[in-house]
C-alpha cells in the first residue's frame, strides 16, 4: 500500500503547514491541492494512504470533494472550521475516518497522531464476534477504514476455534448476547490461554445491560462499548485499546529484550525455557542447547573500538535471528556470549544448522572507514538436552565451546 498523502485545503499557510509536519513525522510524500479542480487530477492520476479534506473549496463550497474521495476508494479524514453539531453529524455518517476542526497546532498534532496509528493499525488483526450479520458487517466495514485486518465469526465457539489458526489476532471485539457461546463465556474461555498483554478484548453490550458490563470487566475484557454508539465513540475506544495492548508489549519487550541486539535477554531466557522444558517432556520433543561467542573478541575492540564491536554484536545477531526458526529461543547472554535453543529437532538437523550459521558469519563482512572491511568468526559448543534441566545442559555446552576455543577456533563442537 502506497504511503503518499493528499492535502486539500485552500488555505496555502495551512496546506503547507500540515504537509511540513505530515512529511517530517511520517516521512512519506504528500501532495497539496488547493481547489477541487486540482483534487480531482491527483486522485486520478495517483493512489493514497490518506486524503485530508478540507470541505469548503472556492471551487466546491458544500464538500463534493468528500462524495468525489469517496467515490474513487480513497479513505478520508474531514478538515472543517465549522463547529455546527448537525453538520458535523451530516459529515460523520458518511464513510470517513474522523471530522477534525482547524482550530490550531493542536488540531494538527492531532492529525498527526491519528495518521500514525492508522499505519500502525494495519498490523493488528481484529476478531469481531457477533450473530447480528448486519451488524458484523457494519463493524467490519469501520474496522477496515481504520486500516484493520479483520475477521468475523457468528459465535464465541466459532471464535474459539479460529484463535489457533490465527496467531496475529491482538482484539476481540463480542458481542454479549449470542447463540452456542455468549461473549461472556467467550471471553473467560480466552483468559484461559491468553492474557491482557497478548489479546485484548472490548465487549460490546446494549443499554440494559449495564451489570453485564461489570461482569466482563471482572472476567478480562480490557473495556466495553454500550449500543447503540457512534462512530467516533467506536474508534476512540478500539484504538486506545490497541495503544494500552502497544504500550504493555513495549514495556514487555524492554523487560525481556537485550538493549543492543533486540534478542532475548539472559533472564527471559530461563523463564521461557521453564516452560518449554515441560512442554518438550510432555510432547517428547528433542532440542539442542548450544553456547557460541566471537573469536578475538576483545581485540576487535582494542583495535577499532567499541562502537564498531557493538556492529560486530549486531551483526551477529542478525545472522542468528535469520538462521534460526521463529520457535527456537536465540538469547544474548552477554558481551559476545549468545545461546541458542533449537526447538524439536535431531542432533543432525541441528548439526546442519549451526555449522551453517558459523559458515555464514565467516564469509560476512561489512564496510568501516576509510574501504575497509571487517570480517570476524564465532566458536560454537552444543549438546542435545537430555533428562538434566537445563542449566546442566548450558554448562555441557559451554564445556563444548571451551574444546571449540582451544581447538583453534571458528568451529563447531558438538558433543
Given at each position: 500500500?502506497?504511503?503518499?498523502?493528499?492535502?486539500?485545503e485552500?488555505?496555502?499557510?495551512l496546506?503547507?503547514?500540515i504537509?511540513?509536519?505530515v512529511?517530517m513525522?511520517?516521512?512519506?510524500?504528500v501532495?497539496?491541492?488547493y481547489?477541487f479542480?486540482?483534487?480531482?487530477l491527483f486522485?486520478k492520476?495517483?493512489?493514497?494512504?490518506i486524503?485530508?479534506?478540507?470541505?469548503?473549496?472556492?471551487?466546491?463550497p458544500d464538500?463534493?470533494i468528500?462524495?468525489?474521495a469517496?467515490?474513487?476508494?480513497?479513505?478520508?479524514?474531514?478538515?472543517s472550521?465549522?463547529?455546527?453539531k448537525?453538520?458535523?453529524q451530516k459529515?460523520?455518517q458518511?464513510?470517513i475516518?474522523?471530522?477534525?476542526?482547524?482550530?490550531?497546532?493542536?488540531?494538527?498534532?492531532?492529525?498527526?497522531?491519528?495518521?500514525?496509528?492508522?499505519k500502525?493499525?494495519?498490523?493488528?488483526?481484529v476478531l469481531?464476534?457477533d450473530d447480528?450479520?448486519?451488524f458484523?458487517?457494519?463493524?467490519?466495514?469501520?474496522?477496515?477504514?481504520m486500516f484493520?485486518n479483520?475477521?468475523t465469526?457468528?459465535?464465541?465457539?466459532e471464535?474459539?476455534?479460529?484463535l489457533?489458526?490465527k496467531?496475529?489476532?491482538t482484539?476481540?471485539?463480542t458481542?454479549?448476547?449470542?447463540?452456542v457461546?455468549d461473549?461472556?463465556q467467550?471471553?473467560y474461555?480466552?483468559?484461559?490461554?491468553?492474557?491482557?498483554?497478548?489479546i485484548?478484548?472490548?465487549a460490546?453490550?446494549?443499554?440494559?445491560d449495564?451489570?453485564?458490563?461489570?461482569?466482563f470487566?471482572?472476567?478480562g475484557a480490557?473495556d466495553?462499548i454500550?449500543?447503540?454508539f457512534?462512530?467516533e465513540?467506536?474508534?476512540?475506544?478500539?484504538n486506545?485499546?490497541?495503544e494500552a495492548?502497544?504500550?504493555?508489549q513495549?514495556v514487555?519487550?524492554?523487560a525481556n529484550?537485550?538493549?543492543l541486539?533486540?534478542?532475548?535477554?539472559?533472564?527471559y531466557f530461563f523463564?521461557a525455557?521453564a516452560?518449554?522444558?515441560?512442554?518438550?517432556?510432555?510432547k517428547?520433543?528433542?532440542?539442542?542447547?548450544?553456547?557460541?561467542?566471537?573469536d578475538?573478541?576483545k581485540?576487535?575492540?582494542d583495535?577499532?573500538?567499541?562502537d564498531v564491536?557493538?556492529k560486530?554484536i549486531v551483526s551477529?545477531?542478525e545472522?542468528?535471528?535469520?538462521?534460526?526458526n521463529?520457535?527456537?529461543?536465540v538469547?544474548?547472554?552477554g558481551?559476545?556470549?549468545?545461546?541458542?535453543v533449537?526447538k524439536n529437532i535431531n542432533r543432525?538437523?541441528?548439526?546442519?544448522i549451526l555449522e551453517?550459521?558459523?559458515?555464514?558469519v565467516?564469509?560476512?563482512?561489512?564496510a568501516?572507514e576509510?574501504?575497509?572491511y571487517?570480517?570476524?568468526?564465532?566458536?560454537?559448543g552444543?549438546v542435545?538436552h537430555?533428562d538434566e534441566?537445563?542449566e546442566?545442559?548450558?554448562?555441557?555446552?559451554?564445556?563444548?565451546?571451551?574444546?571449540?576455543k582451544?581447538?583453534?577456533?571458528?568451529?563447531l563442537v558438538f558433543?
Amino acid at each position: 500500500m502506497t504511503d503518499k498523502i493528499l492535502i486539500v485545503e485552500d488555505n496555502k499557510t495551512l496546506a503547507k503547514l500540515i504537509a511540513k509536519k505530515v512529511e517530517m513525522s511520517l516521512d512519506c510524500k504528500v501532495d497539496v491541492a488547493y481547489s477541487f479542480s486540482e483534487a480531482k487530477l491527483f486522485l486520478k492520476t495517483y493512489k493514497y494512504f490518506i486524503t485530508l479534506l478540507d470541505i469548503n473549496l472556492p471551487d466546491a463550497p458544500d464538500g463534493e470533494i468528500v462524495d468525489y474521495a469517496l467515490s474513487q476508494g480513497n479513505r478520508a479524514i474531514v478538515l472543517s472550521a465549522n463547529i455546527d453539531k448537525d453538520f458535523r453529524q451530516k459529515m460523520l455518517q458518511k464513510n470517513i475516518i474522523d471530522y477534525v476542526n482547524k482550530g490550531g497546532m493542536n488540531d494538527i498534532n492531532y492529525i498527526i497522531h491519528t495518521l500514525k496509528r492508522l499505519k500502525k493499525n494495519q498490523d493488528h488483526t481484529v476478531l469481531v464476534v457477533d450473530d447480528s450479520m448486519v451488524f458484523r458487517k457494519q463493524m467490519q466495514n469501520m474496522l477496515e477504514n481504520m486500516f484493520f485486518n479483520v475477521i468475523t465469526v457468528a459465535h464465541g465457539e466459532e471464535a474459539l476455534g479460529i484463535l489457533p489458526t490465527k496467531p496475529n489476532i491482538t482484539l476481540i471485539l463480542t458481542d454479549y448476547h449470542m447463540p452456542v457461546m455468549d461473549g461472556l463465556q467467550l471471553t473467560y474461555e480466552v483468559r484461559k490461554t491468553h492474557d491482557k498483554n497478548s489479546i485484548a478484548i472490548l465487549a460490546v453490550s446494549s443499554n440494559k445491560d449495564n451489570e453485564v458490563n461489570a461482569l466482563f470487566l471482572k472476567t478480562g475484557a480490557n473495556d466495553f462499548i454500550t449500543k447503540p454508539f457512534s462512530k467516533e465513540e467506536f474508534s476512540c475506544r478500539i484504538n486506545n485499546t490497541i495503544e494500552a495492548l502497544e504500550n504493555i508489549q513495549i514495556v514487555t519487550n524492554h523487560a525481556n529484550r537485550d538493549y543492543l541486539t533486540g534478542l532475548y535477554n539472559r533472564r527471559y531466557f530461563f523463564e521461557a525455557m521453564a516452560q518449554y522444558e515441560v512442554e518438550a517432556a510432555e510432547k517428547g520433543e528433542q532440542f539442542a542447547v548450544a553456547m557460541l561467542d566471537i573469536d578475538h573478541f576483545k581485540k576487535i575492540n582494542d583495535t577499532y573500538g567499541h562502537d564498531v564491536g557493538d556492529k560486530v554484536i549486531v551483526s551477529l545477531s542478525e545472522i542468528l535471528r535469520t538462521s534460526t526458526n521463529h520457535r527456537d529461543i536465540v538469547a544474548r547472554f552477554g558481551g559476545e556470549e549468545f545461546c541458542i535453543v533449537l526447538k524439536n529437532i535431531n542432533r543432525y538437523s541441528a548439526v546442519d544448522i549451526l555449522e551453517r550459521i558459523r559458515s555464514e558469519v565467516e564469509n560476512f563482512s561489512f564496510a568501516i572507514e576509510n574501504d575497509n572491511y571487517i570480517k570476524f568468526t564465532i566458536s560454537i559448543g552444543a549438546v542435545m538436552h537430555n533428562d538434566e534441566n537445563i542449566e546442566e545442559s548450558i554448562n555441557q555446552a559451554d564445556m563444548m565451546l571451551y574444546k571449540a576455543k582451544n581447538s583453534g577456533r571458528n568451529q563447531l563442537v558438538f558433543e
